[in-house]
Nanobody, 115 residues
Framework: QGQVVESGGRLVQAGDSLKLSCAAS????????AAWHRQAPGKERVQVAS???????YYVDSVKGRFTISRDYVNNTVYLEMNNLKPEDTAVYYC?????????WGQGTQVTVSS
């Protein structure tokens, strides 16, 4: 219980697309709110997208129209589809699940966007 593993980060060029995955061993998976955060070098970690247990979505302004968060209830996985990537999207991306006072984080996956 409580294992969260991100994958999919890699080096891409500006304008490319990339899809991150986050698998979680949390039950019941549907009760957890999920979010993607990112931390760029020398900066604080910020939330970029989230989805509640009731499927309410949130996106930070800088990624609206480019990023899409989704969840697969069969495979207990959350995705972050990123389109039209920009160099400023370069960061370590972390997946987070929360319910009440419990928070579960993954180890992060590096996304690097070259210009």
């Amino acid at each position: 219980q409580g294992q969260v593993v991100e994958s999919g980060g890699r080096l891409v060029q500006a304008g490319d697309s990339l899809k991150l995955s986050c698998a979680a061993s949390l039950h019941p998976f549907s009760d957890y709110a999920a979010a993607w955060h990112r931390q760029a070098p020398g900066k604080e970690r910020v939330q970029v997208a989230s989805i509640t247990s009731g499927d309410t979505f949130y996106y930070v302004d800088s990624v609206k129209g480019r990023f899409t968060i989704s969840r697969d209830y069969v495979n207990n996985t959350v995705y972050l589809e990123m389109n039209n990537l920009k160099p400023e999207d370069t960061a370590v991306y972390y997946c987070n699940f929360r319910i009440f006072s419990a928070n579960y984080w993954g180890q992060g996956t590096q996304v690097t966007v070259s210009s």
